[in-house]
């Protein structure tokens, strides 16, 4: 199993930015890809960025080029660097790990643009 912890959300201002951080529970090095999803309100839940094996990347189209994901290995934590957000930005963001074909979910961290 893998126990998720976010944190970094806040309330920011358009332009601004924020920056999230996931800790996992075990190595990363042992997590199939571990990613950053979104869910706004009257939304569904939606991919923002993902990291697998190998160091394969993959972003959603709305947030390329404002948006980074990262890792630290040694911490066992992933990031989302978040710059230039919009107030369509504004969503809980969910940290979410695929480890042995399960998947697991951190609890969510507010993140709130305003305009």
């Known amino acids: 199993q893998v126990q998720l912890v976010e944190s970094g959300g806040g309330l920011v201002q358009a332009g601004g930015s924020l920056r999230l951080a996931c800790v996992a529970s075990r190595s990363i090095y042992t997590i199939t890809a571990m990613g950053w999803y979104r869910r706004a309100p009257g939304k569904q839940r939606e991919l923002v960025a993902v990291?697998?094996?190998?160091?394969?990347?993959n972003y959603a189209d709305f947030v390329r080029g404002r948006f980074t994901i990262s890792t630290d290995n040694a911490k066992n934590t992933v990031y989302l660097q978040m710059n230039s957000l919009k107030p369509e930005d504004t969503a809980v963001y969910y940290c979410?790990?695929?480890?042995?074909?399960?998947?697991?979910w951190g609890q969510g961290t507010q993140v709130t643009v305003s305009s």
């Open positions: 990291i697998s094996s190998g160091s394969r990347f």
């Open positions: 979410n790990a695929e480890f042995w074909g399960n998947e697991y």
